[in-house]
């Protein structure tokens, strides 16, 4: 059985920065958690993880997400 390596540190801070920036790019354009969620084609649970800076996020996700926030307007 293999272990996984830990994250390194500056690849956690990114994600960490990213999940930031995403939740507060949401609330300033008012936008809930679900409608986000709705606009991404992913469930609320996703978007509160990519928020909180969960690295388990897969890499779909990461992409769906910022396109869908940013290429449409509510």
Known sequence: MTTKLPLPLPARRAVAKLGDDL????????LTQVSLAERSGVS???IKRLESGDT???LEALARVPAAHVLRRH
């Open 56 to 58: 388990r996020v897969s």
């Open 23 to 30: 939740s507060r790019s949401r609330r300033r354009r008012q």
């Open 44 to 46: 609320p649970a996703t």
